[in-house]
């Protein structure tokens, strides 16, 4: 009778790295596809990103800004500005020697950019900390971002902001008949969206967010590198994950395209001859540059006064997106040109410089 000869050691070792290679493969394809699913279901874990890489880059650009931060200025922090709401927290800049004055100094409420998913009041401090340092109360504002807060929260959050300061104007030293909006990138498009409900009760009435301080008391609005027209957006370009991903967080639905909520916020199309004096800039080279060059015609085309910083398109170096935070030259030179509009619309006199570089 004859026996079949013992298995080899070696052929039995490759038998078991076989098997093993297939689970590590079928583990790492149904990992793959529940991240795939799970990306399709909800813009949490793509918006968690952005997030981190968002937040990141500010804090570079926060730390760069510390060598242009001036002595002697006054910060009070994390001031609820809406009951019940643990995000509706606002900081307060102003000059040393102010604070208990009861002096009312020109003031600009800054609403931060990112994306409308990331960023903070915290990381434009510094930013906030020049301003006051030009002789303003500056206010840096923090709203819910995406996605654990949704379209328009953001505009309702910072529309009370202006209330709260307009009710507790004397303490903060606040002028309240004389507010700048302002904001950036995100931030701009929601600033300049609480400045048509501030001016124009249609448009408030159909976003249903109501104003809390009268139009007049909306000297200016400063817009820095923000989008203001929705339909412009191609989500089909090589920045086409990020825009689904960021619009979908914020407004709350996959088929974002065709929700009458997106549409409303397209400021550009509801704007009034009623909308405040504006200024407005954006670098060259930032993707978002037309959505400026639109919103500063269509102001214009309504009669608004429009002061404006846009870089023209061969100016060189280059200009990304929210190249006002880095105050190299060009930087500079738009916060003297933003400081004289401001002196301009709240009837006030800070320094002007020299002249600068090719704008429209």
């Avoid at 007049?216 to 929705?230: I, K, M, N, S, W």
């Amino acid at each position: 009778m004859r026996t079949a000869p013992p298995r080899s050691g070696f052929a039995r070792f490759l038998r078991v790295v076989r098997n093993t290679m297939f689970w590590i493969i079928g583990v790492i394809l149904a990992i793959a596809l529940v991240i795939f699913v799970w990306l399709q279901l909800t813009p949490w874990p793509g918006s968690m990103v952005i997030r981190m890489a968002f937040d990141e880059r500010a804090k570079v650009v926060q730390s760069d800004l510390v060598k242009y931060v001036p002595d002697g200025v006054d910060v009070r922090q994390d001031i609820p500005y809406r009951s019940g709401d643990a995000d509706a927290l606002l900081d307060v800049y102003t000059p040393d020697g102010v604070r208990g004055s009861g002096a009312a100094l020109p003031t600009i409420v800054w609403v931060h950019g990112g994306a409308w998913i990331s960023g903070s009041k915290e990381l434009i401090s510094n930013y906030m900390r020049v301003l006051a340092g030009e002789g303003y109360t500056a206010v840096a504002v923090e709203y819910t971002i995406a996605p654990e807060g949704q379209y328009p929260l953001p505009i309702e959050q910072v529309a009370d902001s202006l209330g709260y300061l307009d009710a507790n104007a004397r303490a903060l030293n606040v002028d309240s008949s004389k507010l700048i909006l302002a904001g950036d990138s995100a931030g701009a498009q929601i600033a300049a969206q609480v400045a048509n409900v501030v001016t124009s009760s249609e448009y408030a009435s159909s976003i249903k967010v109501e104003s809390p301080i009268e139009p007049e008391q909306l000297a200016g609005v400063v817009l820095a590198c923000g989008a203001y027209d929705l339909s412009l957006v191609n989500a089909e370009g090589s920045f086409g994950w990020f825009l689904d991903t960021v619009l979908w967080s914020y407004f709350g639905a996959r088929d974002y395209k065709t929700r009458p909520e997106v549409a409303s916020a397209s400021v550009v199309d509801y704007l009034t001859a009623k909308y405040p004096p504006t200024y407005i800039t954006v670098g060259n080279w930032d993707p978002l540059y037309p959505q400026s060059v639109e919103f500063k015609a269509k102001l214009q085309g309504l009669g608004v006064d429009v002061q404006s910083m846009i870089f023209n398109p061969d100016f060189r170096p280059g200009l990304e997106h929210e190249y006002q935070f880095l105050l190299n030259d060009q930087g500079r030179f738009n916060l003297q040109r933003m400081d004289a509009f401001i002196d301009g619309v709240t009837d006030t006199s800070l320094p002007f410089g020299q002249q600068g570089p090719p704008v429209r």
